[in-house]
């Protein structure tokens, strides 16, 4: 798990105020694998995750990206590095249409030269929304339609299809499940796979432990902030005590 590291964290602390949300986790995310951050509420695992993407100061500790530390970075810094988060709780913009939503999460994207040759940033985002769109059809369908008329399911794709759009490298989704009915969260997580397959690096954070470990390559288990246990998810999956202990009987 140590071989092509793109993400460390060493020792991470965060507070706010008087309350110790992380107390000094450490974990390494590899290239091109999906690393599962589980634990019941108040783990520490969106603040976590928000500290890697700049949202949320970090006390002490590192956060090294690419062999970079990042921690305490601004956060359109921390885009530009390659590293785009769907929110929980979806922030999608409901008084745009689906596809102004989308171009909201491509706002960095700038013209490059490959081989020559100069890409106009037009062409790039017409690139990226034709494989947003791939993913998430029913976006394509319904690209016209303001963002408030989606269903939660429809919701959350937008939410993972802006990320996208920015063509990160490291994508963080904080809660894809949150609030979805059986069915359409096991779409998403099947959509999160087939991402993840076609050549992205994702670190989930999620509620939802067994469908989680599914799809997951490796997995921190969290508990008042610091990680009690990690290792393979296929391992993890299959150890229904642990699940039980750390993670509640009914995920």
């Known amino acids: ?45 969106t603040s976590t995750i928000r500290s890697i993407s700049g949202l949320t100061k970090v006390k002490s500790g590192k956060i090294i990206y690419n062999g970079v530390e990042i921690q305490n970075l601004p956060s359109y810094e921390i885009v530009k590095k390659g590293i785009m988060q769907s929110p929980e709780g979806r922030m999608i913009l409901n008084g745009l249409t689906v596809e102004e939503n989308l171009m909201v999460g491509a706002y960095s994207i700038k013209s490059v030269k490959e081989d020559g040759i100069k890409k ?63 069915l359409i969260i096991k779409d998403i997580f099947n959509i999160i796979k087939k991402i993840k397959e076609d050549g992205r690096t994702i670190l989930i954070v999620e509620q939802n432990a067994k ?23 296929k391992d993890i999956l299959n150890d229904e005590s642990l699940i039980s202990t750390y993670l509640g009987s009914n995920n």
């Not at 288990?221 to 990690?230: A, I, N, R």
């Open 1 to 45: 798990m140590m071989n092509n590291i793109l993400l460390e964290i060493k020792d991470l602390e965060i507070d706010y105020g008087i309350v110790k949300a992380v107390k000094g986790v450490s974990m390494v995310v590899p290239k091109g694998s999906i690393v599962a951050l589980l634990g019941a509420n108040g783990a520490g695992k």
């Open 120 to 182: 106009k940033r037009k062409f790039l985002l017409q690139n990226n929304l034709e494989e947003v769109y791939s993913y998430f059809p029913i976006l394509k369908e319904r690209r016209k339609q303001q963002a408030s008329t989606l269903s939660g399911g429809e919701q959350q794709m937008l939410a993972i299809g802006r990320a996208l759009m920015g063509s990160p490298e490291f994508l963080l989704l904080d809660e894809p499940s949150l609030g979805l009915a059986p």
């Open 211 to 233: 469908q989680t470990l599914k799809i997951a390559d490796y997995v921190y288990l969290l508990e008042v902030g610091k990680v009690k246990s990690h290792g393979k998810a």
